[in-house]
């Protein structure tokens, strides 16, 4: 069975200062991993997604993760957060395509 | 862009009653899928559906619900006699393909059940 967990349900940081939200994985075949953005009264948005190729992917708005099989993470992180970068953050893993199976979100708030 | 479109952005029903989830896809989309997403939870898989008919569906999918793409545009949830535990936000996504096409998701529609 796939699931997937996201550290902390809410992240704070300041504006200019570094992004990193965690997300760790559980899969018993090579996973497919995705990061999802909702911002509010919104769908969700792909930032980015890892398909295995490159380990290290880079998405929409600067955000970039590191497939880890090691340590099973794909955590996603952006250098410098601007204030637009708040909103909901959903990692979400599938087996080669399908049904997406969502961790339980991370909302990040971007303080001036 | 081309975009997933849901209606109603909101929908508030009585226990007990059947309502209809609409969604248009992306027109050269295959793939359809319904999720939910009960506040304070995770986003969860209901069911998907190619070439018309279920590809997979959850435990959640159980009798009450069912989906239907009545033409060539339009993607439905129907949920028949809802349930107190229905209320939730309900998202519609589409993919080009398999096995790792993006999927799209509209912008949701919240069902409160009363």
């Known amino acids: 069975a796939q699931s997937v967990t996201q550290l902390g349900s809410h992240v704070s940081v300041s504006e200019g200062a570094l992004v990193l939200l965690r997300c760790n994985y559980s899969?018993?075949?090579?996973?497919?991993l995705f990061w999802y953005v909702q911002y509010p009264n919104q769908g969700l948005q792909l930032l980015l997604k890892?398909?295995?190729?490159?380990?290290l992917v880079k998405g929409i708005n600067g955000f970039e993760a590191e497939f880890k099989k090691s340590e099973t993470s794909f955590h996603l992180t952006k250098p410098s957060a601007h204030m637009s970068d708040a909103a909901e953050y959903f990692c979400?893993?599938?087996?080669?395509?399908?049904?997406?199976?969502f961790g339980q979100g991370t909302e990040l708030s971007v303080k001036p | 862009e081309p975009e997933v479109t849901q209606t109603p952005s909101h929908q508030v029903t009585q226990m007990g009653q059947e309502v209809i989830l609409r969604c248009v896809p992306i027109?050269?989309?295959?793939?359809f899928y319904w999720y939910r997403q009960i506040l304070g939870q995770k986003v969860e898989f209901l069911v998907s559906?190619?070439?018309?008919?279920?590809?997979?569906k959850s435990e959640i999918f159980d009798d009450q619900f069912s989906v239907e793409r009545p033409d060539g545009s339009n993607f439905t949830l129907k949920i028949r006699s809802t349930k107190l535990e229905d209320s939730a936000m309900y998202f519609c996504?589409?993919?080009?393909?398999?096995?790792?096409?993006?999927?799209?998701f509209g912008p949701g529609t919240r069902l409160l059940v009363l």
């Open positions: 996504a589409s993919s080009e393909g398999r096995p790792v096409e993006t999927q799209y």
């Open positions: 899969s018993s075949v090579p996973p497919y």
């Open positions: 890892y398909t295995s190729a490159a380990t």
């Open positions: 979400a893993v599938s087996k080669q395509g399908g049904k997406l199976i």
């Open positions: 027109s050269n989309h295959l793939y």
């Open positions: 559906f190619y070439n018309n008919e279920i590809s997979e």
